[in-house]
Protein backbone atom coordinates (compact mmCIF):
# COMPACT_ATOMS: atom_id res chain seq x y z
CA UNK A 1 0.00 0.00 0.00
CA UNK A 2 1.33 3.41 -0.74
CA UNK A 3 2.19 5.72 1.93
CA UNK A 4 0.88 9.28 1.77
CA UNK A 5 2.34 12.23 3.26
CA UNK A 6 0.53 15.60 3.16
CA UNK A 7 2.39 18.82 3.00
CA UNK A 8 0.92 22.37 3.10
CA UNK A 9 3.47 24.76 1.20
CA UNK A 10 2.35 28.20 -0.23
CA UNK A 11 -1.52 29.03 -0.22
CA UNK A 12 -3.61 26.93 -2.55
CA UNK A 13 -0.58 24.22 -3.23
CA UNK A 14 -1.25 21.62 -0.19
CA UNK A 15 -0.14 18.72 -1.66
CA UNK A 16 -0.79 14.65 -1.46
CA UNK A 17 2.45 12.86 -2.20
CA UNK A 18 2.42 9.03 -2.71
CA UNK A 19 5.86 8.04 -2.12
CA UNK A 20 7.99 6.57 -5.37
CA UNK A 21 8.81 3.31 -3.75
CA UNK A 22 5.24 2.67 -3.55
CA UNK A 23 3.97 4.35 -6.88
CA UNK A 24 4.67 3.22 -10.26
CA UNK A 25 4.63 6.60 -11.43
CA UNK A 26 7.39 8.32 -9.39
CA UNK A 27 5.74 10.39 -7.10
CA UNK A 28 1.93 11.42 -7.42
CA UNK A 29 1.39 15.19 -6.70
CA UNK A 30 -2.04 16.27 -5.83
CA UNK A 31 -3.61 19.54 -4.62
CA UNK A 32 -6.66 20.07 -2.56
CA UNK A 33 -7.99 21.78 -5.25
CA UNK A 34 -7.58 18.69 -7.87
CA UNK A 35 -9.21 16.91 -4.89
CA UNK A 36 -11.98 19.28 -4.64
CA UNK A 37 -12.55 19.54 -8.39
CA UNK A 38 -12.43 15.55 -8.14
CA UNK A 39 -14.77 15.18 -5.27
CA UNK A 40 -17.23 17.84 -7.20
CA UNK A 41 -17.68 15.46 -10.33
CA UNK A 42 -17.76 12.30 -8.17
CA UNK A 43 -20.49 13.61 -6.12
CA UNK A 44 -22.88 15.15 -9.20
CA UNK A 45 -22.07 12.06 -10.92
CA UNK A 46 -23.39 10.59 -7.88
CA UNK A 47 -26.66 12.57 -7.81
CA UNK A 48 -27.73 11.94 -11.28
CA UNK A 49 -27.85 8.14 -9.88
CA UNK A 50 -30.29 8.51 -7.31
CA UNK A 51 -33.24 6.91 -9.38
CA UNK A 52 -30.88 3.83 -10.44
CA UNK A 53 -29.76 3.39 -6.97
CA UNK A 54 -33.37 3.11 -5.81
CA UNK A 55 -34.20 0.95 -8.41
CA UNK A 56 -30.80 -1.51 -7.14
CA UNK A 57 -31.35 -1.10 -3.70
CA UNK A 58 -34.77 0.20 -2.50
CA UNK A 59 -34.62 -0.01 1.11
CA UNK A 60 -31.57 2.30 1.46
CA UNK A 61 -32.38 4.86 -1.46
CA UNK A 62 -36.54 5.12 -1.83
CA UNK A 63 -38.68 5.92 1.23
CA UNK A 64 -41.87 3.51 -0.38
CA UNK A 65 -43.20 0.22 -1.52
CA UNK A 66 -42.93 -0.12 -5.33
CA UNK A 67 -41.50 1.34 -8.74
CA UNK A 68 -39.60 4.61 -7.86
CA UNK A 69 -41.53 5.99 -10.41
CA UNK A 70 -44.80 5.56 -8.52
CA UNK A 71 -43.84 7.91 -5.97
CA UNK A 72 -44.32 11.66 -6.79
CA UNK A 73 -42.41 12.57 -4.21
CA UNK A 74 -39.41 10.27 -5.33
CA UNK A 75 -39.52 11.57 -8.20
CA UNK A 76 -39.47 15.31 -7.20
CA UNK A 77 -35.86 14.37 -4.78
CA UNK A 78 -34.67 12.96 -7.99
CA UNK A 79 -35.56 16.14 -10.15
CA UNK A 80 -33.80 18.20 -7.02
CA UNK A 81 -30.93 16.44 -6.85
CA UNK A 82 -30.24 15.49 -10.59
CA UNK A 83 -30.62 19.21 -10.94
CA UNK A 84 -27.96 19.95 -8.37
CA UNK A 85 -25.75 16.86 -9.70
CA UNK A 86 -25.39 19.18 -13.13
CA UNK A 87 -24.16 21.97 -11.06
CA UNK A 88 -21.66 20.24 -9.02
CA UNK A 89 -20.52 19.20 -12.30
CA UNK A 90 -20.46 22.45 -13.61
CA UNK A 91 -18.18 23.76 -10.24
CA UNK A 92 -16.11 21.19 -10.43
CA UNK A 93 -14.25 23.08 -13.33
CA UNK A 94 -13.89 25.79 -11.12
CA UNK A 95 -14.79 25.26 -7.43
CA UNK A 96 -13.37 28.82 -6.15
CA UNK A 97 -16.05 30.26 -8.18
CA UNK A 98 -18.69 27.95 -7.26
CA UNK A 99 -17.84 28.63 -3.44
CA UNK A 100 -21.61 29.29 -2.34
CA UNK A 101 -22.55 26.24 -4.55
CA UNK A 102 -20.34 24.10 -2.70
CA UNK A 103 -21.69 25.32 0.84
CA UNK A 104 -25.10 25.08 0.05
CA UNK A 105 -24.74 21.09 -1.19
CA UNK A 106 -22.87 20.86 2.40
CA UNK A 107 -25.18 22.51 4.46
CA UNK A 108 -28.23 21.23 3.05
CA UNK A 109 -27.03 17.22 3.01
CA UNK A 110 -25.87 17.74 6.61
CA UNK A 111 -29.61 18.96 7.39
CA UNK A 112 -31.68 16.48 4.94
CA UNK A 113 -29.17 14.13 6.15
CA UNK A 114 -30.08 14.55 9.80
CA UNK A 115 -33.73 14.85 9.14
CA UNK A 116 -33.54 11.64 7.69
CA UNK A 117 -31.64 10.09 9.94
CA UNK A 118 -34.15 10.25 12.53
CA UNK A 119 -36.56 9.68 10.29
CA UNK A 120 -35.19 6.14 9.74
CA UNK A 121 -35.67 5.06 13.31
CA UNK A 122 -38.90 2.77 13.04
CA UNK A 123 -37.80 -0.96 11.68
CA UNK A 124 -39.39 -0.50 8.09
CA UNK A 125 -36.78 2.54 7.14
CA UNK A 126 -33.85 1.42 9.10
CA UNK A 127 -32.08 0.37 6.03
CA UNK A 128 -31.69 4.41 5.23
CA UNK A 129 -29.10 4.25 7.76
CA UNK A 130 -26.46 2.31 5.48
CA UNK A 131 -27.87 3.85 2.60
CA UNK A 132 -28.56 7.80 1.89
CA UNK A 133 -28.13 8.90 5.14
CA UNK A 134 -24.54 8.34 5.55
CA UNK A 135 -23.94 8.92 2.15
CA UNK A 136 -25.54 12.90 2.61
CA UNK A 137 -22.86 12.76 5.93
CA UNK A 138 -19.93 12.09 3.53
CA UNK A 139 -20.89 14.34 1.13
CA UNK A 140 -20.86 17.14 3.27
CA UNK A 141 -17.96 16.01 5.69
CA UNK A 142 -15.71 15.47 1.83
CA UNK A 143 -16.74 18.68 0.36
CA UNK A 144 -16.48 21.00 3.12
CA UNK A 145 -13.25 19.73 4.19
CA UNK A 146 -11.96 20.02 1.06
CA UNK A 147 -13.23 23.63 0.73
CA UNK A 148 -11.74 24.73 3.68
CA UNK A 149 -8.52 22.71 2.89
CA UNK A 150 -8.19 24.28 -0.67
CA UNK A 151 -8.78 27.49 0.48
CA UNK A 152 -6.29 27.73 3.54
CA UNK A 153 -3.72 30.09 3.75
CA UNK A 154 -5.47 32.40 1.13
CA UNK A 155 -5.88 35.69 1.71
CA UNK A 156 -9.41 37.11 1.82
CA UNK A 157 -10.50 40.25 1.00
CA UNK A 158 -12.96 41.68 3.49
CA UNK A 159 -14.60 44.04 1.14
CA UNK A 160 -13.83 47.11 -1.02
CA UNK A 161 -10.98 49.34 0.21
CA UNK A 162 -12.14 52.87 1.55
CA UNK A 163 -10.06 55.40 1.49
CA UNK A 164 -9.96 58.67 3.94
Known sequence: MPSVNVKATEPHTSQITISERDSGQGGNLMSAHRLLQIALAVFG?????????????????????GAPYESQYFMMIVGVYATLGVFLLNASRNPQAHRSLIWFTVWSSVVHGGIMAVQSM????????????PALFLFAIVLGGLLVWSEKGQAKPLGPSVAL
Open 45 to 65: AAFLLIYPLAIVWPSGWAWHA
Open 122 to 133: PAEHCGHLLGDV
